[in-house]
């Protein structure tokens, strides 16, 4: 089955939503690999005790046990946010083929904002990036989910 970009950020904010449900920061992903949806996640780090529970590290897991190998050579990574380093350099280790991302991450986005992780030469794997897919919903997710978190205190 063929799915637009669109399509699949907003499975990816189906993921975030989840999350944020939960109490956890709003960030989904999906992966995608021939055109299959092959893992999916959200963030969990307060729920598994586990700060690498990322939405994407999770997705990668979940796509990496379903087609039983950790190289995910050609995918597609769905995420609702600009991916942190150590996501970033989960993708370059599974070969990861392309990113697309919703909202750009000032603070911690190290795919393009700060590093240049999934471009740079001094890596051995460069993954393609498209940014800004459903960027108004995607930053509007997590804007409300810290505005709310703020009117609590």
Avoid: W
């Avoid at 598994?48 to 990574?77: F, K």
């Avoid at 909202?103 to 393009?112: C, F, N, Q």
Wanted: a negative charge; glycine letters at 10%; one cysteine or more.
């Amino acid at each position: 089955m063929s799915f637009t970009d669109e399509e699949l950020m907003r499975l990816a904010l189906d993921e975030a939503r989840v999350a944020g449900a939960e109490g956890e920061v709003p960030i989904g992903a999906i992966v995608v690999l021939d055109g299959d949806i092959k893992g999916r996640g959200h963030n969990a780090v307060i729920q598994l005790h586990d700060p690498t529970a990322h939405a994407e590290i999770m997705a990668l897991r979940e796509a990496a046990a379903t087609i039983g190998n950790y190289r995910l050579t050609d995918a597609v990574v769905y995420s609702t946010i600009e991916p942190c380093a150590m996501c970033a350099g989960a993708m370059i280790h599974a070969r990861i083929g392309r990113l697309v991302y919703g909202a750009t991450d000032e603070k911690a986005g190290a795919v393009e904002t700060h590093f240049g992780i999934c471009s740079t030469d001094f890596l051995n794997h460069r993954v393609g990036i498209e940014k800004g897919v459903l960027e108004a919903d995607c930053r509007q997710m997590l804007q409300s989910f810290f505005r709310k978190k703020r009117e609590k205190r």
